[in-house]
């Protein structure tokens, strides 16, 4: 099954009142998925949510074994996840030094 495109239907924003349509993209450098982080994993992926713009995993995809696209979008802690992916982003130092 092609990954790229699957979509996620009927999924509402925090208000309940607006849907949305949640695609996984494939993108062209991995990224380290939004929600493997969350469960303590370390896993890259190469997809990221048309809508929500997360890196999350989809099964199927290479040697991943998870379904985080899917897991995400169907768990109560999707805010949680968002906030402290957001916070670990600004933690990582860039891999650019600057010239001395």
């Known amino acids: 099954e092609k990954l790229a495109g699957k979509k996620i239907e009927g999924l509402a ?5 607006i849907e949305h349509e949640h695609i996984a993209i494939s993108i062209p450098k991995p990224r380290r998925c939004a929600f493997c982080s969350w469960n303590g994993k ?28 899917n897991e995400y979008h169907a ?4 805010q949680e996840i968002v ?9 990582v130092p860039s891999k650019q030094q600057p010239n001395k």
């Open 13 to 17: 924003d925090d208000d309940d009142s």
């Open 42 to 69: 370390r896993a890259r992926t190469s997809f990221v949510c048309k809508e929500c713009t997360l890196p999350l995993c989809c099964i199927g995809s290479g040697k991943v074994e998870s379904d985080c696209f």
């Open 75 to 78: 768990s109560p802690d999707r």
């Open 83 to 91: 906030t402290r992916y957001k916070a670990m982003q600004k933690r």
